[in-house]
C-alpha cells in the first residue's frame, strides 16, 4: 500500500471556480463562494486518482502535490 501524500493549494491563485470540489467532493474543501479553505492536507493513497482529477480541474493550477 503507498504512503499518504500532501496536497498544496496556493490559496492566493484560487478564483473559486469550485471545479475541484466538483471533480473530488470528498477531498477539496471550499467555502461558501467556492475557494478552498485548506492551502496544505493529506490524502490517502485510496483517493490519490480523485486527488489528481482535481488537480486537473483547476483551470488556475492552483493546486499540486506538495514535495
Known amino acids: 500500500m ?3 501524500r500532501q496536497i498544496h493549494i496556493e490559496l492566493e491563485q484560487c478564483e ?4 475541484c470540489a466538483a471533480t473530488a ?3 477539496y474543501d ?3 463562494d467556492g475557494f478552498a479553505l485548506r ?6 493513497s485510496e483517493l490519490v486518482s480523485d486527488a489528481e ?3 486537473g ?10 514535495s
Do not use: K, N, T, Y
Not at 473559486?16 to 471545479?19: E, P, V
Not at 492551502?39 to 490517502?44: G, H, W
Open 39 to 44: 492551502q496544505d492536507f493529506e490524502v490517502s
Open 2 to 4: 503507498s504512503a499518504p
Open 16 to 19: 473559486g471556480h469550485g471545479l
Open 25 to 27: 467532493p470528498g477531498i
Open 57 to 66: 480541474a483547476c483551470p488556475m493550477s492552483a493546486i499540486r502535490w506538495a
Open 30 to 32: 471550499l467555502d461558501d
Open 53 to 55: 482529477a482535481g488537480i
